[in-house]
């Protein structure tokens, strides 16, 4: 049970990989798709790599802050047990109240920061662009008449603006 616990535990680093739509084994197995996947590679895959790497950014950022409250939270429950067995002291209660003002304050950046707003906005981003390779390789819709590499860029900065294309 442990491994799965600690499976999307967030890291110190930011990821730094994104991994394309399209792998270089898919595109071996489909080499009449060929031209097409070189158009995707050169027009969509940066904007949906920069997309992917903000979305993963933000996503461990969002994960550490939230294992900070928690486990924050843990030892401000663990100082109120120490109070209570400590009656007669004064240290655990300026203590507690110190790290309970502190994870306060934390909880509440962590609201202003945004970071699951960012991540969950550039991860649509991403998957939007995700979605748009997938349709300029199926020729449907405004991928099937002769103006689809327009149609194609014109998605991108839409996607890129955050509007829909």
């Known amino acids: 049970m442990a491994p799965h616990l600690?499976?999307?535990?967030?890291?110190?680093?930011s990821p730094r990989t994104s991994y394309p739509v399209v792998s270089a084994e898919t595109r071996e197995k489909y080499p009449a798709l060929a031209a097409d996947l070189a158009v995707l590679e050169e027009e969509v895959s940066p904007a949906f790599h920069?997309?992917?790497l903000a979305a993963l950014d933000f996503q461990n950022?969002?994960?550490?802050?939230?294992?900070?409250i928690l486990l924050g939270s843990v030892v401000v429950s663990g100082l109120g047990a120490v109070q209570a067995l400590l009656a007669d002291q004064r240290?655990?209660?300026?203590?507690?109240?110190?790290?309970g003002f502190a994870l306060a304050g934390t909880s509440r950046a962590t609201h202003e920061l945004g970071?699951?707003?960012v991540y969950l906005r550039e991860r649509a981003k991403a998957e939007r662009l995700r979605a748009v390779h997938f349709r300029f390789l199926s020729r449907t819709g405004r991928y099937a008449g002769e103006d689809r590499i327009v149609a194609l860029r014109r998605a991108v900065?839409?996607?890129?603006?955050?509007?829909e294309p």
């Open 50 to 52: 920069e997309s992917d």
């Open 91 to 99: 240290w655990p209660g300026l203590l507690l109240a110190l790290l």
């Open 157 to 163: 900065v839409a996607i890129r603006k955050g509007n």
């Open 115 to 117: 970071a699951q707003r």
């Open 6 to 13: 600690f499976a999307r535990w967030p890291s110190l680093r």
């Open 61 to 68: 950022r969002y994960r550490r802050q939230q294992v900070t």
